[in-house]
């Protein structure tokens, strides 16, 4: 089970390590589009970097085997599927013991990762097969019917929106029957502890109600994850509140951190104080349309969208000037982890990777740039910068149960200020942020004593306390008059905790 205490790190595996070239079949590092030779075996050899960075959750790409080559294309990613109950041979190394395609072989890696204290969440997909080539035609094992896809009046197959992928029809019984049994079985199979399901918004309704009654009704410590790409809250949150979603991806948050840290927009949109009188409100100030909005899922990248966070700040100020985006990345993640909500990784942000849209946003993680203790070696000034960063803010997650589940009240937004505090049973954090690029001028009085949002068992235990920078030891502020006063530097974010 994913709970609020994990930090979730995303690899596309044939892009994370390559460290059995035996099953390197067809790789081209040189063409993006091919398969680089990532694999199960390079996760492990990993873990150790992932432990290190604090990571407790891994989700992984989809492992079905693949109908291999479209054009110029490989189905390197995984959601291309030939056999939905065998597991792709570029994953594994080899076991003549070992069926081939033995879902044993997930199994041995979900293993070995839970001895290390990470949880391993599998990409699944039930919307649609691998693209219906020669390879999938003449596979002597298939076990879709033709008969399961939406068709035309021609009796053609219908194309999804999803690059033309066959689309399944899951208002028949039994495509619903067999993918609900196929999830079953990688579950039962392979102790993963959860699902990202691919493209949930392009399934039939009909499906998400016969999975909450079969497989969530067995297996309630199975996580389901969502991936609905709408950035409307009313189009996400259903998914929550009918069909029984533990967890949605946070799309609409992303976008307003985007426009908020990379393009200047007022911090009011990310949150507004509690009762203000003004409209809109902030994202933040419509959790309610949730069942749980502390259980999303937070992220600043994924494979899917147009372009990593970095490249998209690089972009809107200038490629040359990467101290600046620099500092905008790590304010970003400063928010991201200490805001309601369940922070994702994707591969390489904590250093600051690049790329546009698919397949540039895939790149192969850049491991000649880490030094064997998992640190970015000194040289690489800027890419240390952000890892040191981000590692020191899960380390502040970790260590503070009030950002993983307490209490979000919002102290004070304006164009360029946003303050907030996270409680939980007397554990205070308060976190300051200034995305305007000039320091504050003059110091900005947060009231706590007169904030009618806040219990009056927290004022008093504020009382006179001094708060301490977590992020910089040397900075202490107290509480005078019932009142803070915080003074930032340009796109920086203090971490304060009350003593």
Known sequence: ???????????????????????????????????????FAGIIEKIPYLKNLGITALWITPVYLSV?????????????????????????????????????????????????GIKLILDMVVNHTGYHNETYNQYPEKEIKDDWFNKSNGDDLIKSQLCGLPDLNHSKPDVVDYFINNITEWIEQTRIDAIRMDTVKHVE??????????????????????????WDIDSISRYQKEHDFDTLFDFPLYEAVKKTFIYNQSMTSIA?????????????????????????????????????????????????DRLRANKILKLSLSFLFTTRGIPQIYYGTEIGMEGYADPDNRRDM???IFGHDCIPL?????????????????????????????????????????????EFKGNTIIVAINNG??????????????????????KDNLKDKTFFNLLDSADTIAVENGSLNIQIPGKEAKIYKAS
């Open 437 to 458: 690029f000039e320091n504050m001028p003059s110091p900005l009085a947060v009231e706590i004593d007169k904030n009618t949002n806040i219990p009056q068992r927290i």
């Open 272 to 320: 507004k104080p509690r009762l203000s009188q003004y409209e809109p409100r902030g994202i933040l100030d419509k959790d309610k349309l949730y069942t749980n909005a502390n259980r999303l899922v937070t992220l600043l990248d994924n494979h899917d969208l147009s372009k990593r966070f970095m490249t998209e700040t690089l972009d809107r100020w200038g490629h040359w």
């Open 205 to 230: 309704d009909t499906f998400w109600y016969h999975f909450k009654s079969y497989v969530k009704g067995k297996h309630r410590d199975i996580t389901l994850i969502g991936e609905v790409l709408e």
């Open 68 to 116: 291999g080559r479209v054009g110029d294309s490989d189905g390197y990613h995984g959601y291309w599927a030939l056999d939905f109950n065998k597991v792709d041979p570029h994953l594994y190394s080899n076991d003549p013991a070992l069926a081939q395609g033995s879902k044993e072989y997930l199994k041995r890696l979900s293993d070995k990762l839970h001895e290390n």
């Open 366 to 368: 850049r491991w000649e």
């Open 378 to 422: 000194e040289q690489y000034k800027l890419e240390k910068d952000i890892f040191d960063h981000t590692k020191k803010l899960i380390d502040i997650r970790r260590q503070n149960e009030a950002v993983r589940y307490g209490y979000l009240f919002t102290l004070f937004a304006d164009y360029f200020a946003y303050c907030y505090m996270r």
């Open 1 to 39: 089970m994913i709970t609020q205490d994990d930090v979730i790190y995303f690899v596309i595996t044939d892009r994370f390590c390559d460290a059995d070239s035996s099953n390197n079949t067809l790789v081209d590092t040189n063409e993006p589009r091919r398969y680089h030779g990532g694999d």
